[in-house]
């Protein structure tokens, strides 16, 4: 069933926004994914070719005028699991099946090479971006479990979106649909069927 978003955020179509140096923008963990890991098209689910062309290709486009890109510490949870998770699919094609487990311990040397693979997109990431700090205490943790009523995110992306608030950067590069049910901010996105259902709740909008 094709999913049903209420936008509740302006959304701006990235393919058609030239980024600006006083753009502050929190990249999304997937985002990251597409534009630092090198093995990202043996993923078991490839990316759509939108996904590894128009995000890096925007965020190229945001370092050249030096807007200020944004990760968050828990992205790096995020993209360590996915590359994990694409590595162990590729060696699963090749030698058969392993559990995650199995795969973690008893294959010495393919955790090396998860290890390079995720040092390697970090620290691109690293060079590409500026840290938002985020104290996980009760106050936040009480924040995320608020949000959780009423907004349509994961427990990571909660924890995001409160870092991101006390940082006040608003701006998000995400393919994720979720954040749009995200009150205060802006999604910039290639998603296409975010973009028509922002279009068609008057929510695109064009800087």
């Known amino acids: 069933m094709p999913v049903q978003y209420t936008i509740t955020v302006d959304v701006i179509d990235l393919r058609n926004d030239t980024p600006r140096q006083d753009d502050l923008f929190l990249v999304d963990s997937n985002v990251w994914y597409w534009t630092t890991y090198s093995r990202v098209n043996l993923a078991d689910t490839p990316p759509k070719p ?27 949870a995020e993209l360590a699991h996915l590359i994990e998770k694409t590595e162990r699919g590729i060696y699963i094609r090749a030698n058969g099946a392993v559990s995650s487990k199995e795969y973690r311990h008893n294959c010495s040397s393919e955790r090396a090479n998860v290890v390079a693979e995720v040092q390697t997109a ?42 991101i608030s006390r940082a006040r950067v608003v701006k998000v590069i995400t393919d994720d649909g979720d954040y749009v049910t995200v009150p205060g901010i802006q999604v910039f996105t290639a998603n296409q069927n975010v973009i028509t259902a922002a279009q068609n709740q008057g929510k695109l909008i064009t800087r």
Do not use: H
Not at 125 to 143: F, H, R
Not at 145 to 161: A, H, V
């Open 122 to 163: 970090w620290n691109q990431v690293k060079t590409m971006s500026q840290i938002v700090e985020l104290q996980i205490d009760e106050t936040i943790t009480d924040a995320a479990l608020s949000r959780f009523s009423t907004q349509q995110l994961d427990g990571y992306d909660l924890f995001i979106l409160e870092a």
């Open 50 to 76: 939108y996904q590894i062309n128009d995000y890096p290709l925007y965020i190229s486009k945001a370092l050249s005028v030096k807007s200020n890109l944004f990760r968050c510490g828990l992205s790096f």
